[in-house]
């Protein structure tokens, strides 16, 4: 699965999207029939009627989940549906977001689409949304055991692959030291990253001499790369979520580092994608947020309306360089730098 996916990643974004309002055909696979190849996703031209979806975030902090609220809103727009947005404030709320989830039930929402904070943590919020046939729709974030309707995302140990892949070939066969940045212990998608990078750098001439894990805000994250620099001057790169990234290009400088280690995030951000076209971060793998996110919708209006749906829909990530970056589509990477994420659709 892995390899097929690797090779196809050069294939997809440039091809996926055209605009905000005609985002297809996208290049997706699904993961629930063991397919390797990819295939066109093609959406619905409009709800056959208006059902109110509710959307749970863990946060908008950063511009990857403005990006998913982006997709969101505008493929609930294209359909004709009801969009209601609650955001938990962090990946340390998720009293926040079991509550956002009753507040969802509550409003009677058709469907539920939620990037989940932690998938043992929200489980229970599952079965119960699932009890009432309202359908679940995960979003981005991995969700592995827990019953759901659907599952739309990226297969984070590949995203780590290509990383790693990246270093690798970057050093051609040079003893190098990495240190890692995952993100938050306990959110799946961190670990998922994880994996796929250290098995791709296992007996390699890359060996990871540290691993910090942290929330995904810059301070604590700025925290974790100043205490490894300090261990670690000898470093050759820095690995991590994009937040350890963006806080490693001070750190790194302040610790006279400049010019020696080399930064390659684990996904997008707005701030990876200024910092690569300005040299400061070698390379990152896409998630490609909004074009999930606009599936997510679309899913749950095919689960509502007893239509043919996949269950287990998985992006085809890119790996962007400074050499490929401005060749690629970004229209379902990015949302527009000047949009605010909107918290209700009528």
Not at 304 to 326: Q, R, T, Y
Request: charge should be negative; aromatic fraction near 8%; hydrophobic fraction near 45%.
């Amino acid at each position: 699965m892995k390899a097929g996916i690797i090779a196809g990643a050069l294939l997809c974004l440039s091809c996926s999207v055209s605009s905000a309002a005609d985002w297809w055909p996208a290049k997706v696979y699904n993961q629930g029939d063991g397919a390797q190849a990819s295939f066109d996703y093609v959406p619905l031209d409009k709800a056959e009627k208006k059902w109110s979806l509710c959307v749970l975030f863990p946060h908008v902090k950063d511009s990857m989940w403005v990006a998913a609220a982006y997709g969101a809103v505008g493929e609930a727009k294209r359909l004709g549906v009801k969009l209601t947005l609650l955001q938990a404030g962090g990946y340390e709320n998720l009293p926040k977001q079991i509550s956002q989830f009753d507040d969802c039930v509550a409003a009677k929402s058709d469907a539920i689409i939620t990037g989940a904070i932690s998938e043992a943590g929200m489980a229970k919020k599952f079965e119960e949304g699932l009890a009432k046939k309202i359908p679940q729709i995960m979003l981005i974030n991995p969700v592995a055991d827990a019953p759901v309707t659907a599952k739309v995302s990226v297969d984070y140990p590949v995203l780590g692959n290509l990383a790693a892949d990246y270093i690798l070939k970057n050093y051609s066969g040079k003893q190098i030291s990495v240190s890692a940045f995952p993100g938050p212990q306990g959110s799946g998608w961190a670990e998922g990253f994880y994996k796929g990078f250290e098995e791709t750098l296992s007996g390699s001439t890359a060996k990871i001499v540290d691993t910090k894990w942290g929330d995904t805000g810059v301070a604590v994250q700025l925290k974790l790369v100043e205490d490894s620099l300090e261990t670690y001057p000898d470093v050759s790169v820095l690995w991590g979520a994009p937040p350890a990234v963006e806080a490693a290009v001070g750190a790194v400088d302040n610790a006279g580092l400049g010019g020696k280690v080399d930064l390659v995030s684990s996904y997008e951000n707005q701030a990876m994608l200024d910092l690569l076209r300005k040299g400061d971060v070698k390379a990152f793998p896409t998630l490609a947020p909004v074009l999930e996110a606009r599936i997510a919708v679309d899913t749950a209006v095919r689960a509502l309306e007893g239509k043919d749906f996949h269950k287990a829909v998985m992006i085809v990530p890119e790996m962007l360089s400074k050499d490929n970056v401005d060749k690629t589509n970004l229209d379902n990477v990015f949302a527009p730098r000047d949009w605010q994420p909107v918290y209700s659709v009528d």
